[in-house]
């Protein structure tokens, strides 16, 4: 099995220079070509627990990607990671990502947010695999060739909608994953609950990222004021009602998980907060502004999600 890592930031290199040191087949599928070959040259460093791992893997650039000889491109049996964000899944990305599928190799999709796994499939060949997939894991890229692994957990993934007639198929393939992601030591776990998942990891996301972004505070800090308490506690309720029409089951996503993940990530600035502070696109549209989207789908108001999704934008 080879895996095709495209997007080589914070995620996509932790992840693939952690399987590449665990002797995974890693391509990583970048932007540039400097990353390409830095990669490719005097490898990757992987900073974990105070040590760094310098770990040599195979690169290229989206462009060359295009052009490599047949026998390198990913085919059945191989699966192809998008690692990038929400904001850079453009039509132009998505048209690579469906020429290196066209041989049959599954897809991985770890984008936090909604949106996105509708798009992605209307723009892959008919009949790809793809798989959601949800990380509790941290990192941190701190330049093209260095990644900080800031936050251990669990890759869990599986399919959407469980059920279909090729099922039987896809597990085998997806399982086949769990064996070298375990092997290369990366706890990893097959879900038949992916869309409680995704919505109870979006809802962390819509309560902390937002307001922490908004009032520049570690996630840790959030709690710690009573009013910000309070904001957090209304805008949870909202989110929660919204996704629960939506579907969310009622043992997902409580609000003692989200304070616990405010607990276990006290250190941590969060995605948005680092996103505004570098003067990068943030995810809101498909956080605070995805739950918006199902409130309107669902006839109901969603006054804090657009507040926050406004004032976020008005910090891009
Ligand atoms: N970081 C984390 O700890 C976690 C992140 N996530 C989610 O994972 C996703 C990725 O996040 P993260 O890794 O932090 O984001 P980063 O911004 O660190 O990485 C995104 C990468 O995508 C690359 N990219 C963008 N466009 C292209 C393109 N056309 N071709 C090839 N590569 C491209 C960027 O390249 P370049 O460097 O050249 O700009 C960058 O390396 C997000 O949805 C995030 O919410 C989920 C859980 C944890
Ligand atoms: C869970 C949390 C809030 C951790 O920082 C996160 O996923 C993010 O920052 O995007």
């Given at each position: 099995?080879r895996i095709?890592?495209?997007?080589a930031?914070?995620?996509?290199?932790?992840?693939?220079?952690?399987l590449?040191?665990?002797?995974a087949r890693?391509?990583?599928?970048t932007?540039?070509v400097?990353q390409?070959?830095l990669i490719?040259?005097?490898?990757?460093k992987l900073?974990?627990?105070g040590?760094?791992f310098v770990?040599?893997a195979?690169?290229v650039?989206?462009?060359?990607?295009?052009a490599?000889?047949?026998?390198?491109?990913p085919?059945?049996?191989?699966?192809?990671?998008?690692t990038v964000?929400?904001a850079?899944?453009?039509?132009?990305?998505?048209?690579?990502?469906?020429?290196?599928?066209?041989r049959g190799a599954?897809?991985l999709c770890?984008?936090?947010?909604i949106?996105?796994l509708?798009?992605?499939a209307?723009?892959l060949?008919?009949?790809t695999?793809?798989?959601?997939?949800?990380?509790?894991?941290?990192?941190?890229?701190e330049s093209?060739?260095?990644?900080?692994?800031?936050g251990?957990?669990?890759?869990?993934?599986?399919?959407?909608r469980?059920?279909?007639?090729n099922?039987?198929?896809?597990e085998?393939?997806q399982?086949m994953?769990?064996s070298?992601?375990?092997?290369a030591?990366?706890t990893?776990?097959?879900?038949?609950?992916?869309?409680?998942?995704?919505?109870e990891?979006l809802l962390?996301?819509a309560?902390i990222?937002p307001?922490?972004?908004?009032?520049g505070?570690k996630?840790g800090?959030l709690?710690l004021h009573?009013?910000r308490l309070?904001?957090m506690?209304?805008?949870?309720?909202?989110?929660?009602a919204?996704?629960a029409r939506?579907?969310?089951?009622?043992?997902?996503?409580?609000?003692?998980?989200?304070?616990?993940?405010?607990?276990a990530?006290?250190?941590?600035?969060?995605?948005?907060l680092?996103?505004?502070?570098?003067?990068?696109?943030t995810?809101?549209d498909w956080?605070?502004?995805?739950?918006?989207?199902?409130?309107?789908?669902a006839?109901?108001p969603?006054p804090l999600?657009d507040a926050?999704?406004a004032?976020?934008?008005a910090?891009?």
């Amino acid at each position: 099995m080879r895996i095709f890592i495209v997007g080589a930031g914070s995620l996509g290199m932790m992840y693939g220079l952690r399987l590449a040191r665990g002797g995974a087949r890693i391509t990583f599928v970048t932007r540039s070509v400097e990353q390409a070959s830095l990669i490719a040259g005097k490898g990757g460093k992987l900073v974990e627990d105070g040590e760094e791992f310098v770990v040599v893997a195979k690169a290229v650039s989206m462009s060359d990607g295009m052009a490599l000889a047949e026998d390198e491109l990913p085919g059945a049996g191989d699966w192809i990671w998008i690692t990038v964000k929400q904001a850079h899944l453009t039509d132009e990305l998505l048209a690579s990502v469906s020429s290196l599928s066209a041989r049959g190799a599954a897809v991985l999709c770890l984008q936090n947010g909604i949106g996105h796994l509708p798009r992605i499939a209307a723009a892959l060949p008919a009949g790809t695999l793809i798989v959601p997939a949800i990380s509790t894991e941290g990192a941190l890229r701190e330049s093209p060739d260095i990644v900080r692994y800031t936050g251990r957990g669990t890759l869990m993934f599986g399919p959407l909608r469980p059920g279909k007639t090729n099922a039987e198929e896809e597990e085998i393939t997806q399982k086949m994953l769990v064996s070298v992601l375990e092997e290369a030591g990366i706890t990893a776990e097959l879900s038949n609950q992916m869309e409680n998942r995704i919505y109870e990891k979006l809802l962390i996301n819509a309560v902390i990222n937002p307001l922490t972004a908004i009032f520049g505070v570690k996630n840790g800090e959030l709690p710690l004021h009573p009013s910000r308490l309070r904001l957090m506690s209304a805008l949870f309720m909202e989110s929660r009602a919204i996704l629960a029409r939506s579907g969310l089951n009622e043992e997902y996503g409580s609000w003692e998980k989200v304070l616990a993940v405010c607990e276990a990530t006290a250190a941590n600035e969060s995605s948005m907060l680092r996103d505004v502070q570098s003067g990068r696109a943030t995810e809101i549209d498909w956080i605070n502004g995805g739950i918006a989207g199902l409130a309107r789908e669902a006839g109901i108001p969603s006054p804090l999600n657009d507040a926050v999704a406004a004032m976020v934008r008005a910090l891009h």
